[in-house]
């Protein structure tokens, strides 16, 4: 009996450590198995480092350009002598494929439209509720065809005319330059007197004295003066100091250009250096969106 139990006893721990044994059987894992496993990691990271990639370029591509363009009644002179409504810088440029956030500011108390058929742009332009003060109406679009595509206004202005600038280039109608280069295109405006203040009292301004551009591509900034004093648009933050030439002539405004690239992002402060809003005691100059303001760089 005793033999009996002793032969079960060494039966069964045989039989446990060759379980043992089985369990730590499987071969290890081959150089030709290891290797492809690594291989098989890095294309999986490739691929998540080049989807990342091209989200980042996806979201740097869809960086709108921003364009600025102010209507003003009774301003710019005409070759029949007389000063008419007019989109001062009713023509400009954009880039393909890049969405555009137009700002339009309107110092006429009057209504307005931008409409672009072939661009299928029908813009409202809301009117001025207040002297001096514009109002302000924006839109994104984005141009998916390069060429020339003409704009006209379709509510009734220049009434005083005969609705002659609703006729004419460059007043109540324009051109969009649609084209491949990566090229941002600003525009100012300067007049006297024109823009109202918190303080009652209208003053020496740029329309718009703020704005915004993206980092790392080429702008060109381009300045339409009124008046008949001269300015400067001075940034040292973005290496710019721009002079700015008076007009000679009512109604025709001196335009100044300037290109810059900026490399790097953040809020950069632009002033007027000359000294300008003379009756009000320069108030304009210290004040922001007047004859000083911002350049938001993204």
Not at 129 to 138: A, D, Q, R
Not at 192 to 200: C, H, M, S
Not at 269 to 274: F, P
């Given at each position: 009996?005793?033999?009996?139990?002793?032969?079960?006893?060494?039966?069964?721990?045989?039989?446990?450590t060759?379980?043992?044994?089985?369990?730590?059987?499987?071969?290890?894992a081959s150089?030709?198995?290891?290797?492809?496993?690594?291989?098989?990691?890095?294309?999986?990271?490739?691929?998540?480092d080049?989807?990342?990639?091209?989200?980042d370029?996806?979201?740097?591509?869809?960086?709108?350009?921003?364009?600025?363009?102010?209507v003003?009644?009774?301003?710019?002179?005409?070759?029949?002598?007389?000063?008419?409504?007019?989109?001062?810088n009713?023509?400009?440029?954009?880039?393909?494929?890049?969405p555009?956030?137009?700002?339009?500011?309107?110092y006429?108390?009057?209504?307005?439209?931008?409409?672009?058929?072939?661009?299928?742009l029908?813009?409202?332009?809301q009117?001025?509720k207040?002297?001096?003060?514009?109002?302000?109406?924006?839109?994104?679009?984005?141009?998916?065809?390069?060429?020339?595509?003409?704009w006209?206004?379709?509510?009734?202005?220049?009434?005083?005319?005969?609705?002659?600038?609703?006729?004419?280039?460059?007043?109540?109608q324009?051109?969009i330059?649609?084209t491949?280069?990566?090229?941002?295109?600003?525009?100012m405006?300067?007049?006297?007197?024109?823009?109202?203040?918190?303080d009652?009292?209208?003053?020496?301004?740029?329309t718009?004295?703020?704005f915004?551009?993206?980092?790392?591509?080429?702008?060109?900034?381009?300045?339409?003066?009124?008046?008949?004093?001269?300015?400067t648009?001075?940034a040292?933050g973005?290496?710019?100091?721009?002079?700015?030439?008076?007009?000679t002539?009512?109604?025709?405004?001196?335009?100044?250009?300037?290109?810059?690239?900026?490399q790097?992002?953040?809020?950069?402060?632009?002033?007027c250096?000359?000294k300008c809003?003379?009756?009000?005691?320069?108030?304009?100059?210290?004040?922001?969106?007047?004859?000083?303001g911002?350049?938001?760089v993204?």
């Amino acid at each position: 009996m005793k033999k009996w139990l002793t032969a079960i006893a060494f039966a069964t721990v045989a039989s446990i450590t060759l379980a043992g044994c089985g369990q730590n059987t499987a071969a290890p894992a081959s150089a030709d198995q290891s290797a492809k496993s690594a291989a098989q990691q890095t294309t999986a990271q490739t691929k998540q480092d080049s989807t990342a990639s091209a989200t980042d370029t996806n979201t740097a591509a869809q960086q709108p350009q921003n364009v600025n363009l102010v209507v003003e009644p009774g301003m710019k002179l005409g070759p029949d002598g007389k000063l008419h409504d007019a989109f001062i810088n009713g023509d400009f440029t954009v880039t393909v494929g890049q969405p555009v956030k137009l700002t339009i500011y309107n110092y006429d108390d009057g209504t307005h439209t931008l409409t672009a058929s072939d661009l299928n742009l029908d813009v409202k332009v809301q009117g001025s509720k207040k002297k001096g003060e514009p109002g302000v109406t924006t839109v994104t679009f984005t141009p998916t065809k390069t060429g020339t595509f003409n704009w006209i206004c379709k509510d009734p202005c220049d009434g005083e005319n005969n609705q002659w600038a609703m006729a004419h280039q460059g007043y109540m109608q324009g051109k969009i330059t649609v084209t491949d280069q990566k090229v941002q295109h600003v525009s100012m405006v300067i007049n006297a007197g024109y823009k109202l203040g918190p303080d009652g009292k209208l003053h020496d301004a740029f329309t718009p004295g703020n704005f915004t551009v993206n980092s790392g591509e080429p702008v060109e900034l381009t300045i339409f003066n009124f008046d008949d004093g001269k300015h400067t648009f001075t940034a040292p933050g973005l290496n710019v100091n721009a002079q700015i030439s008076g007009s000679t002539k009512k109604g025709e405004p001196s335009i100044t250009k300037v290109t810059f690239t900026p490399q790097k992002s953040g809020k950069f402060q632009w002033n007027c250096t000359l000294k300008c809003d003379g009756e009000n005691q320069e108030w304009a100059m210290s004040h922001n969106d007047y004859m000083m303001g911002d350049v938001t760089v993204k």
